[in-house]
């Protein structure tokens, strides 16, 4: 490392933490002190479908990464040269992945709506924020599995296009919120 980024490296660390409590408190505060036992929106999907556990969208995200890592330290290491291309196309669903939950970070002040379920209000991750965060990381995940062949394209669909629901399914989000982060993933395709 260069003398420069290695002033840099504590200072980004410590923008990260910083970063992750903000995101972990700032949609509870924030939902409480609006309106913290309002009435759900209407829902079509929630209305037609039974609700899942409320965990299955973080299940099914840490099991997405921890796959990506064991790719990581599997796979990539005998890909070589060759797969450059690949190797940049997969940094830049990465970049676009942040560059969302970037724009995330900065809206999820003005786009708090009522709790999918009321009873959880106050509660870390029982309010719902347009939009879907978990739908980004599967979108990025599924571009980036796309990418190798490790992985067979029919997952990457399923990942991709399906598993985002299941955080309307389990009422972590609205139907809108799914919609919207799949939009805004693909507002800055690459």
């Known amino acids: 490392m260069e003398h ?12 990260a933490v ?3 409590a ?6 509870a505060y924030i939902s409480r002190a609006r309106a913290p036992m309002a009435t759900p929106l209407p829902d ?3 209305a037609v479908f039974p609700r899942l556990w409320m ?10 990464l921890v796959v990506s890592l064991l790719m990581v330290y599997t796979t990539f290491p005998v890909w070589g040269t060759q797969n450059f291309a690949a190797a940049m196309r997969m940094q830049g669903y990465i970049a676009r992945a942040c560059t969302c939950l970037m724009v995330r970070a900065l809206t999820v002040s003005v786009t708090t709506l009522p709790a999918v379920i009321p009873q959880m209000s106050g509660t870390i991750g029982g309010h719902d924020l347009n939009f879907s965060g978990h739908t980004i990381a599967f ?3 599924a571009d980036c599995w796309s990418e190798t ?6 997952v990457c669909f399923v990942v991709k296009w ?22 805004v993933y693909w507002r800055w395709a690459v």
């Open 139 to 141: 979108q990025a995940i």
């Open 55 to 64: 965990h299955v969208p973080d299940v099914a995200l840490t099991t997405c």
């Open 149 to 154: 062949s490790a992985v067979p394209s029919w």
């Open 44 to 46: 079509l999907v929630h």
């Open 18 to 20: 910083v970063a992750l």
């Open 162 to 183: 399906l598993v985002p629901w299941t955080a309307t399914l389990s009422r972590q989000h609205y139907t809108s919120d799914v919609i919207v982060a799949m939009a």
């Open 4 to 15: 420069h980024e290695k002033l840099l490296s504590p200072f980004v660390a410590v923008g």
């Open 22 to 27: 903000l995101a972990a408190w700032l949609p």
